[in-house]
Nanobody, 119 residues
């Protein structure tokens, strides 16, 4: 099985920065896409950033957030700058991974980390 663990969330003032990390462990053969999602209370989960061959971003975070990955460490990062109160949410990472050569690609989720931006 594959486990994803996020870290780096917390409370920050508007205009501040945070860096989230997501590290995968377990029986990993290959990881393709690493993604970050977020879900605010009463709202649907939304895609924030994705890194497959290149990085893509949601409209609300483009220019402020940067996704990166360290394949040797099976880790994805989300650098969040110029944070706004509307960025407050639980942030989740999601990987598409194989557990064996020629095996199926499956989606794995982390448990989430809370980000709270005060005004």
């Amino acid at each position: 099985q594959v486990q994803l663990v996020e870290s780096g969330g917390g409370l920050v003032q508007s205009g501040g920065s945070l860096r989230l990390s997501c590290t995968a462990s377990g029986n990993i053969f290959s990881i393709s896409t690493m993604e970050w999602y977020r879900q605010a209370p009463g709202r649907e989960r939304e895609l924030v950033a994705s890194f497959g061959g290149s990085a893509t971003y949601g409209d609300s975070v483009r220019g402020r957030f940067t996704i990166s990955r360290d394949n040797a460490k099976n880790t994805a990062y989300l650098q969040m700058n110029s944070l706004k109160p509307e960025d407050t949410a639980v942030y989740y990472c999601k990987y598409a991974a194989q557990t064996r050569s020629w095996g199926p690609w499956s989606a794995y989720w982390g448990q989430g980390t809370q980000v709270t931006v005060s005004s």
